[in-house]
Nanobody
Framework: VQLVESGGGLVQAGGSLRLSCTPS????????MGWFRQSPGKEREFVAT????????YHGNAVRGRFTVSRNNAKNTVYLHMNSLKPEDTGVYYC????????????????WGQGTQVTVSS
């Protein structure tokens, strides 16, 4: 199964973007699907995740209040709505999925997308 991300791009500070992630197999089931990001010289950072039913959502401290994770069950697609973007949000955003019950660290996820670049200009 491959995770396919889309929606990255260049935006000015204060702007918005929406990222999408869809599994290559629409019947793919998982427990959590979420987003991480990585900028040059930094560790891959947890951004947000959502469970299969959409009943549990978690957001990282750096994005809480500005970013929102959601899902469309009919499309088996997870979204990351990013508002009030800052230059420090710049990085490659990766979609990830896990069948496990842990969801906060990179090691908890066993499926990854190729990443999509988000660049926020000041």
């Amino acid at each position: 199964v491959q995770l396919v991300e889309s929606g990255g791009g260049l935006v000015q500070a204060g702007g918005s973007l929406r990222l999408s992630c869809t599994p290559s197999e629409l019947t793919f089931q998982y427990n959590y699907m979420g987003w991480f990001r990585q900028s040059p010289g930094k560790e891959r950072e947890f951004v947000a995740t959502i469970n299969w039913r959409g009943s549990n959502k978690y957001h990282g401290n750096a994005v809480r209040g500005r970013f929102t994770v959601s899902r469309n069950n009919a499309k088996n697609t997870v979204y990351l709505h990013m508002n009030s973007l800052k230059p420090e949000d710049t990085g490659v955003y990766y979609c990830a999925a896990t069948s496990g019950t842990l969801y906060y660290t990179r090691a908890d996820y066993n499926y990854w997308g190729q990443g999509t670049q988000v660049t926020v200009s000041s």
